[in-house]
């Protein structure tokens, strides 16, 4: 199991490599050598450098989260989980939207492609409300008016009542996610922003050390990380706000 008995990974900041080919992810990559953190495959890499950008990233050690956000029937979505599967990732996702036949066909997918395989199952997480949408667009344009933190959390419980590991919300629910679900159920929340830095696209935003004191487990970080001028200076001050974040809590 890769949560720590403190119910907290050991290594929580994931780094979006959010980049147009395999050369940009494998450079990047190796700027942050020595420092422990997932490498997030999303949909801009993969369709331009697919799996065997991914067995390359595995082979050098790190640990892969394959974001792709599977929505289709449940059969399709089987199948995708079995790939991503056998592919040898640690964690891919699923759009809860699906709805909870579609979530469990992808926690069986992923069951089905490591039984035997000696491989750990990866973590399945759901994505509830994503993190560029604000309460007011999903109640005038996606269409769901009720406020957002309650379709967060029913779409957190839809997921674990299908078996799923965790979902991907912002920060800000990460607490209620918690309270509803476990703590043991994992949040794995985008839209982290250290203080001054850029929101762009992002609604729902939330420092690195105010995300892990609200719940979340993991911290997917792509271009306060990425666009900034030295990538792995940027990196280094995250994992010190943490640091000094964790060491204020005690
Ligand atoms: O599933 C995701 O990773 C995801 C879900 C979500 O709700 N919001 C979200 O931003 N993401 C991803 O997280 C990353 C955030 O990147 P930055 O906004 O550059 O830090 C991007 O790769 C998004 O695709």
Known sequence: MRISAAGRDTHPIMVALDVPGADEALALAARFEGIPVWMKVGMELYYAAGPDLVRRLKAQGHRIFLDLKFHDIPNTVRGAARSATR???????????????MMRAAL????????????????????????????????????????????????????????????????????????????????????????????ADQARVMTPAD????????????????????????????????GNGNAAQQ
């Open 87 to 101: 592919l040898g990732v640690d964690m891919f996702n699923v759009h809860a939207a699906g709805g909870s036949a």
């Open 211 to 242: 995300a892990l004191a609200n719940g979340a487990d993991y911290l997917v970080i792509g271009r306060p990380i990425t666009a900034a001028n030295d990538p792995r200076e940027a990196l280094e001050r995250i994992v010190r706000e943490i």
């Open 108 to 199: 069986e997918g992923a069951l089905e492609a490591s039984a035997g395989s000696g491989d750990e199952t990866p973590l399945v997480i759901a994505v509830t409300q994503l993190t560029s949408t604000s309460e007011e667009t999903m109640r005038r344009e996606i269409g769901i008016d009720a406020p957002l933190a309650d379709v967060v959390l029913k779409y957190a419980r839809l997921a674990k009542d299908a078996g799923l590991h965790g979902v991907v919300s912002s920060a800000q629910e990460a607490a209620a996610v918690k309270a509803a679900c476990g703590a043991g159920f994992v949040t794995v929340t985008p839209g982290i922003r250290p203080l001054g830095a850029d929101v």
